[in-house]
């Protein structure tokens, strides 16, 4: 037993629905990921190469300074 033709359609085209969003979805998990990983990236260098004081971090201090580290 199987549903009539416009029922199945209508689960396909559900489905097709669905995946296409699921799709979009992962595309920006994905695209997310990476921009964390590179702000991670710019904010390791900045903490290394002396272009953030990493202890005044803690206090709240230089905020900006690491959202331009990060942004080049």
Known sequence: PLPDLAT?????DFLDRETARIDRITGKTQQSIALLREFRAALITAAVT????VA??????????IAEAMRA
């Open 50 to 53: 002396g272009q953030m004081d």
């Open 56 to 65: 005044a971090l803690g206090k709240g201090e230089q905020t900006d300074r």
């Open 8 to 12: 199945q359609k209508a689960i396909a």
